[in-house]
Every structure is written in structure tokens, then in C-alpha cells.
């Protein structure tokens, strides 16, 4: 059993960072799958990022996070990041960390993940 725990948000104006950090507990293994997702009032959840696990992982990123956002993972202290930059009101959201095991699946899809974070409050004011 894998248990995520997310930690970071908060309030910013827009324009402003925040580095959201989730840390894992279990056992993960190196074909694991590592994302970022967000879920809006009143709107489905959505992928934001994704990352495999091994030091060269390949990254995915949505359209609205490219060149703002970076996603990382600390494998010394399994931790998977967020850093997010240049933020607007259009990011105020819940964001949750994912993983599972990655056979191929879309990075995009909430289905592709066995575990998940309870989720930390972004709020971006204009």
C-alpha cells in the first residue's frame, strides 16, 4: 500500500510561485508513474504533469502548465514536486499527487493511477 501526502498550497496573488510537495510512503517500484493533477469547483479532474520514476524519467506536461510548471522527484527522500511559477487565477484549484505502476497507459488519465493524495488548496487571486 502507497500512501501520498501533499503539502504547499496556499493563497498567492496571480503572478506569484508555489512549490507543492507530496511525499510517499510504501513501496514504489521504478516503473512507477508520478503526476499532478487538479480539480476546480465545479470542473473534473485534470491532469497537470507526470513523471516516471527512474532519474531520467520522461515528463508530461498540459498545454496550460507548459513553461510555467516543473515537475521533480527527490528519489532520496521519495518526494515528487511541483514548482509553479507565473500562476493565475485559472489555477485556483485542489491538487492531488498520483502513482501506480505505468504499463503504457495514458499519463493523462485518472484511471492510469492506483493511489492518491487527499489533496492541497491552491488559491490564485487576480
Known amino acids: 500500500q502507497v500512501h501520498l501526502v501533499e503539502s504547499g498550497g496556499g493563497s498567492v496573488q496571480a503572478g506569484g510561485s508555489l512549490r507543492l510537495s507530496c511525499v510517499a510512503t510504501?513501496?514504489?517500484?521504478?516503473?512507477?508513474?508520478w503526476a499532478w493533477f487538479r480539480q476546480a469547483p465545479g470542473k473534473e479532474r485534470e491532469a497537470v504533469a507526470a513523471?516516471?520514476?527512474?532519474?531520467?524519467?520522461?515528463?508530461y506536461y498540459a498545454d496550460s502548465a507548459k513553461g510555467r510548471f516543473a515537475i521533480s522527484r527527490d528519489n532520496s527522500r521519495d518526494t515528487l514536486l511541483l514548482q509553479m511559477s507565473n500562476l493565475k487565477p485559472e489555477d485556483t484549484a485542489i491538487y492531488y499527487c498520483?502513482?501506480?505502476?505505468?504499463?503504457?497507459?495514458?499519463?493523462?488519465?485518472?484511471?492510469?493511477?492506483?493511489?492518491w493524495g487527499q489533496g492541497t488548496q491552491v488559491t490564485v487571486s487576480s
Open positions: 510504501g513501496y514504489t517500484g521504478n516503473n512507477y508513474l
Open positions: 513523471r516516471g520514476s527512474t532519474r531520467a524519467g520522461v515528463e
Open positions: 498520483a502513482t501506480g505502476p505505468w504499463y503504457g497507459a495514458s499519463w493523462s488519465q485518472a484511471s492510469t493511477y492506483n493511489y
